[in-house]
């Protein structure tokens, strides 16, 4: 029977399309680990379809990790990461707590403000001229504290505390429960699964931004790993990273194949969305992976 | 009404309100944010009518900036460029999604459909400065792409990233390449919602596969299609900046140069603060009437608006 369903021309036929589809996802991925971890010897020369190392070598690890102004970004993005998604995560549970309360006096006002807020976007200029006025210019936390709350995921966070059993919630009331109280020991441990889901967007957001980091983080020092990556892969500038070379390995740096090192710090900025990938398949796309009922 | 019914109406409303103090106490910080992040830079709007200074306060000029940017050649090309990526994403990509779906749904395996599904997510996570790095490599001269093209026969190299002809395609293949299996979940979702007994009264009417994709299948995606292109109608200016900021060079910028990477460059980079934010306010007013026009547009198909 599985045989035959497999042999079925149309089926085989759709397989082929959905794993070049797949293929053409995953190869350009799998080609830059692999070149990541050739010599620098082979990975000159290496095709652009090799998903396989070609004389395993970490050197090219060994130089990023080593290099000053790129471990120092890796840090300043976990810190803002950390620091950022602490602030969104906090800041939408208040929020979509006190407008998911039953006849909360103002909520239609304030939430027709927030989606004006959400659909209007000032431009770029008045909001550096604000920041400006601040003073946050130069700082990290101009950047952390641009994007406090997204209005989409607030939304989102809504639903999902309205999912909480209303009888559950009945009976904190007459127990005389603290809305904190509420809060904390009811409604967020019982949104467990959204509070994960909404968490990883976040922190996902934090972790790839990198134009407001540009224009509003100043120095290089302060400033995170996807505006390095950015100057040295996409812009091309490899003097700002040669400029370091008295601090690395002599011998390492003459061997170096600047293809190879920028496929490794690549694969350093895509590291940290691996390792929350699986808690987006577990809660987000657990529906959709599971399929139809059919089967 | 009199005016103590009024007054009394009033201590009630004051006297719930003050029962609510603490929830608007956990409102206030996402308030005070909006207020100081979103609504500040909309009253420095403004300055699209003034001259900036930085120490005085700033002079009127009333349209100058606005006749300025009429007359520029480069503001219409750059016009035609959003307009022309956009259009092209849309027109390649919109179909795509429940396509993709679709195909996923009819593949028996679902083994093969997981690994397709948990393979095709991924790129949506990914920054765009990962997605240029890895496609800048890929589409290079001596890039996997090209290597793809020699066995096929091709013997000159194409340079994608430096050539005028190519550089649209490469940005609508990589926005597809990113997208194409998170956006369409929301396709896939509303399939596997469909109700068995409805396959299974096609099977005894013996309808075939064809069938049953036009008659059951796509009846149940019409819905989430008409919500994402109303949704994504609104952002029609955009254009992508993340992704267009990363793809250009030198070589390309005047075929790809688009409203938002246009204002960054006149307005961060070289300073013109009031030219910057004219465009700006031009961007957000269209913004505001596309989204507007497509709630109500919306209201009026499926009963149901953006808000």
Redesign the interface.
């Known amino acids: 029977m599985k045989l035959k ?2 042999l079925n021309p ?2 085989l036929l ?2 082929l ?3 070049f ?2 293929l ?6 799998l ?2 680990l692999a ?1 990541s971890l050739s010599s620098p010897e082979s990975s000159v020369s290496m ?3 090799r998903v396989i190392p070609k004389n395993l070598d970490f050197i090219n690890y060994r130089i990023v990790f080593n290099h000053p102004v790129l471990m120092r970004s890796v840090f300043n993005s976990i810190y803002i990461t950390v620091i950022g998604t602490l602030i969104n995560i906090s ?2 549970c ?2 979509a ?3 998911t ?1 039953p006849n ?3 909520k239609k006002p ?6 004006i ?1 959400m ?12 920041v400006q ?2 003073g946050l210019m130069g700082s990290r936390w101009s950047v952390i ?2 994007t ?2 997204n209005v989409y995921y ?1 939304v989102i966070m809504m639903r999902y505390f309205e999912g909480v059993p209303k009888d559950i919630i009945e009976a904190g009331t007459l127990d005389g429960l ?3 109280n509420m ?1 904390t020991k009811i409604i967020v441990p019982l949104s467990s699964a959204g509070i994960a889901t909404i968490t990883m967007f976040y922190s ?1 957001i934090r ?2 931004e ?2 407001k980091a540009s ?1 509003y983080i100043l120095n290089q020092k302060d400033t995170v790993l ?1 505006v390095i ?2 100057q040295f ?2 812009l091309g500038d490899t003097v700002s990273l040669i400029g370091q070379q008295n601090v690395f390995n002599y011998n390492d740096f003459a061997r170096v194949d600047y ?1 190879a090192l ?2 490794a710090t ?1 694969i350093v ?2 590291i940290p ?1 691996l390792v929350i ?1 699986p808690v ?2 577990k809660f987000y ?1 657990k ?9 | 009404m009199n005016s103590l019914e009024k007054k009394e109406r009033r201590k009630i ?1 004051f006297k ?2 003050k029962s ?1 103090k ?3 106490l ?2 206030l ?3 005070i ?2 207020i ?10 403004r ?1 699209a009518f003034y001259k900036y200074n930085s120490r005085s306060p700033w002079t009127f000029v009333g349209l100058k900036y606005f006749r300025m940017i009429v007359s520029s050649p480069d503001f219409l090309q750059i016009l035609k460029n959003t307009l022309v990526i956009s259009f092209m994403k849309y027109i390649l990509l919109f179909p795509a999604f429940p396509i ?1 779906a679709i ?8 083994e ?12 949506h ?6 997605i ?7 589409l ?1 001269v ?7 093209l020699h066995i096929f026969g091709l013997e000159k190299s194409i340079d994608f990233m430096t050539s005028k002809d190519w550089i649209k395609w490469v940005l609508y293949f990589c926005e597809g ?1 990113r997208s ?2 998170w956006d369409s ?1 929301i396709y ?2 509303a ?2 919602a ?1 109700n ?1 007994s409805l ?1 299974e009264a096609a099977e005894i009417d013996g309808a075939s ?1 064809w069938q049953i994709i036009k008659n059951i299948i796509y009846p149940a995606l019409v819905i989430p299609m008409v919500t994402m292109f109303i949704l994504n109608l ?1 952002f029609f200016l955009n254009a992508g ?2 992704q267009v ?2 793809f250009s060079n030198d070589a390309v910028l005047s075929s790809i140069d688009i409203l ?1 990477t246009y ?2 460059r006149i ?2 980079q070289s300073g013109q ?1 009031s030219l ?2 004219a ?3 031009i ?2 007013v269209v ?2 009437f596309l ?1 507007l026009f497509t709630h109500f547009t919306s209201k009026k198909f499926t009963g149901k608006g ?2």
Not at chain 2, 103 to 110: A, D, P, Q, V
Request: glycine fraction near 6%.
């Open positions: 369903k497999i149309k089926q759709l397989t399309l959905l794993l589809i797949a053409t996802m995953i190869v350009p991925l080609n830059i070149l095709s652009g379809i800041l939408t208040l929020a707590y006190a407008l309360r909360l006096t103002l304030i939430m027709v403000f927030l989606i807020m659909l209007f976007d000032p431009g770029l200029v008045p909001e550096y001229l604000v006025d601040l504290l641009i406090s709350v607030l603290s809305h904190v809060l996902v972790w790839n990198y134009f224009i996807q990556l950015r892969v996409v293809n920028k496929a690549i900025a895509i969305i990938y987006v398949l796309t529906d959709a992976l599971a399929g139809s009922i059919k089967e | 409303l719930k309100l609510e603490i929830l608007y956990m409102l910080p996402t308030i944010y909006f100081v992040f979103r609504v500040f830079p909309i009253f420095n709007m300055l993709f195909l996923l749904n009819e593949l028996r395996s679902s093969t459909r997981k690994l397709v599904q948990v393979i095709s997510y991924l790129p996570f990914l920054s765009w400065i990962v240029a790095g890895i496609w800048i490599s890929m290079s001596n890039g996997g792409v090209n290597e793809i390449w194409l299996g979940i896939f979702t399939i596997i469909i068995p396959y596969r609104g900046f993340d900021l990363n938002d204002i960054y307005g961060i603060y910057a934010t465009v700006s306010l961007k957000g913004g505001v989204v953006v808000w």
